[in-house]
C-alpha cells in the first residue's frame, strides 16, 4: 500500500477505500516504516513584511485583549457601585434605580 501510495496512482483517501483500512492505520505504516517521503507536509513561505505584519496584528490582538479585559472590570466595578448605590438609597434593585432615573432624565 505504501509502495501504491509513493506511485502516486491513488491518494491515501483513495487507497483506503479499496483496501478497506482506516487512515490512521496508513500514518502508522509510515512512521512505522519511517516513510518521510509519504507524511504530508505543508511549506509555508513568508516574506519579511508578512511577518512583521503577522507580528504587527498578533500584538494588536493583545493590546485589544487587554483593553476588554479592561473594559470589562470596568463594567463589574460600575455594576459593584450601582448595586451599593441603589441600597444605600432604598431601592430593591439596581433595575429599579435605573428606571427612576430615566424617568427623572425624560
Known amino acids: 500500500i505504501l ?14 477505500k479499496l483496501y478497506s483500512i482506516a487512515p490512521t492505520t496508513v500514518n502508522e505504516w509510515i512512521k512505522k516504516y519511517n516513510r518521510k517521503d509519504l507524511m504530508n507536509t505543508r511549506v509555508k513561505v513568508e516574506t519579511k513584511d508578512e ?23 470596568d463594567a463589574l466595578v460600575l455594576d459593584s457601585y450601582l448595586e ?22 425624560l
Not at 51 to 60: F, G, N, T
Not at 84 to 105: M, N
Request: aromatic content about 2%; hydrophobic content about 40%.
Open 3 to 16: 509502495d501504491e501510495l509513493s506511485i502516486g496512482k491513488h491518494t491515501k483517501s483513495e487507497l483506503c
Open 51 to 73: 511577518i512583521s505584519r503577522i507580528k504587527a496584528l498578533q500584538k494588536e490582538i493583545e493590546q485589544l485583549k487587554k483593553l476588554l479585559l479592561k473594559k470589562d472590570l
Open 84 to 105: 451599593v448605590a441603589a441600597e444605600d438609597l432604598g431601592y430593591k434593585s439596581v433595575a429599579e434605580l435605573k428606571k427612576k432615573l430615566r424617568d427623572l432624565l
